[in-house]
């Protein structure tokens, strides 16, 4: 059970990075509906469907005649189904991918080419600093020379040593690409740190509190807290197609972290009937999370966007560890769940904090690229790439 469970998670998380990458890559570049925001959040939100189905109808399915054999098979039917939608993909992706536009690094990718520039300057100072400390050695030992080109041995292997020493590492190389992240990235992470934490594990210890401050049932308390879940599902595609239309990631992200305040004042300090709370927690989570995960394309070049989800994906799982620890832990001193809710409010003003901080950032042309509409972004390269999205979307159609 432990190495199945083992290997499902490395599959399921491995699924959650690709797809971002694999979406960001498709519909970033175009200004065309569907774009990157509304792509995001229908991805989204067909997880929360299979989260929904996962937890309501294999249940039932358990329960029925052939008990859990027949909801183990149900789950190797849906496996299947991903697996050939996956070989379909490939197809679609193998005769695309020629076609689609490279507008992406072009429009956004002015700040790492700087950094890239910045560090090619500093390993050409290094290189040039070993070479003349090489000279000065030379020059003070009086090294014999042999050979035309009047280098010897020594000097030779010295330097294929320093080559060596010098050549960096897989792993070095990518701690060195953390330093292209830019701070938006940065602050992006701690924003979906302090989210989640908070959402999933007050949605974790959710039965167990209404039922001790409200005298709720377990099935009356899981069915308030799927309002949270509910809302979430029907507004997450309306707010990516709000951000593609409109921008304002950074103040969506900002306001969503905002109505999660009052959410666990009203149930936390007031007491007053958790169905409120749920409701600004379900707007909260379609705010933020239609913000997010599109933003990470827009503040990194392409070929970042898989490392940064990945780590972002792998800080958040380790929250998502943390958290609930903290919260049982305080929960446990306090007899009571009111102090958690008190320690949720300062993770919310957390939030608060960094997406206000989101909003002051600009990029090298002096514009906060998050507060602008997907079309305004690439308005400078769609007249350019217009003939090849036709040519995709013709290549699309004889493929499906």
Not at 244 to 257: H, L, Q, T, V
Request: net charge negative; hydrophobic share 45%.
């Amino acid at each position: 059970m432990l190495l199945g469970r083992f290997i499902f998670g490395i599959g399921s998380e491995t699924l959650s990075v690709v797809q971002l990458g694999i979406l960001s890559r498709w519909y970033s570049h175009s200004p065309r509906p569907p774009s990157l925001g509304l792509a995001c959040a229908f991805t989204l939100t067909l997880s929360r469907v299979g989260t929904l189905v996962a937890f309501d109808v294999l249940p039932i399915i358990g329960e029925g005649s052939n008990g859990l054999r027949a909801a183990l098979w149900t789950v190797v039917f849906v496996c299947v189904g991903c697996y050939i939608a996956n070989i379909i993909f490939l197809r679609m992706d193998t005769v695309i991918s020629p076609y689609l536009p490279a507008a992406f690094d072009e429009v956004n990718d002015r700040g790492a080419r700087q950094r890239q520039r910045q560090k090619d300057q500093r390993q050409a100072a290094t290189q040039a600093a070993a070479k003349a400390k090489r000279d000065a050695e030379r020059a003070t030992n009086g090294h014999a020379r042999n050979g035309k080109d009047g280098t010897s041995d020594e000097d030779g292997s010295s330097t294929h040593r320093e080559m060596a020493m010098n050549s960096p590492s897989p792993l070095s190389e990518t701690f060195q690409s953390l330093r292209m992240f830019s701070s938006a990235f940065w602050l992006i992470v701690a924003i979906c740190i302090f989210h989640y934490s908070v959402v999933i594990s007050f949605s974790d210890f959710s039965a167990d509190f209404f039922h001790e401050q409200f005298g709720y049932s377990a099935e009356k308390a899981s069915r308030v807290q799927s309002v949270t879940t509910i809302i979430g599902l029907v507004l997450t595609p309306v707010c990516g197609w709000m951000a593609d239309e409109w921008g304002r990631r950074a103040s969506m992200m900002m306001f969503g972290s905002m109505l999660l305040v009052p959410a666990h004042l009203l149930v936390g300090i007031f007491s007053t009937p958790p169905l409120s709370s749920c409701i600004l927690q379900g707007l909260a989570s379609a705010l933020v999370c239609a913000a997010l995960w599109p933003s990470i394309p827009l503040v990194l070049p392409e070929h970042l966007v898989n490392t940064a989800v990945g780590l972002m994906t792998a800080m958040q799982n380790c929250a998502l560890f943390v958290v609930p620890l903290i919260v049982g832990e305080i929960r446990e001193r306090s007899g009571s769940y009111r102090p958690s809710m008190q320690f949720y409010i300062v993770m919310d003003v957390g939030a608060i904090a960094m997406a206000w901080y989101l909003l002051q950032f600009s990029d090298s042309e002096g514009r906060n690229i998050l507060e602008l509409p997907t079309k305004q972004i690439f308005s400078s390269s769609t007249s350019e790439h217009d003939q090849d999205s036709s040519v995709v979307d013709d290549h699309s159609k004889i493929i499906l």
